[in-house]
């Protein structure tokens, strides 16, 4: 998860997560810190099952951030970076290039 923790940072905000491994492959337990969970559960095979509950859909918020991370070319931690403009008014975080490459705001 470390690899693409950046935007998933982005997408799930504040998040607490712990992973354990077995016969079946690691899994995660992820949770807002608020209300909201979710259950990343290895079945063998490389497949995963996915369980979630409250407000927030996690393990779709997941998705879609490892979806994005895919579509920008799988970068490394060491790809991102973080803009605040002087005013303040506007910080982003982007991937690959500060100003050609995909960006997300911070709010």
Avoid: C
Wanted: glycine share 12%; net charge negative.
């Amino acid at each position: 998860m470390a690899i693409f923790g950046k935007p998933v940072a982005s997408y799930v905000g504040s998040a607490g997560v712990a992973l354990a491994r077995d016969a079946d492959g690691l899994s995660a337990w992820i949770h807002d810190t608020e209300r909201s969970w979710t259950v990343l559960s290895a079945i063998g095979g490389g497949r995963t099952v996915a369980t979630q509950g409250a407000p927030r859909r996690l393990a779709d918020e997941l998705e879609a951030a490892w979806d994005t991370w895919l579509e920008v070319g799988s970068p490394s931690v060491y790809d991102f970076g973080m803009t605040v403009t002087d005013s303040g008014a506007a910080q982003y975080m982007w991937a690959n290039d500060a100003e050609d490459g995909p960006r997300w705001p911070i709010t």
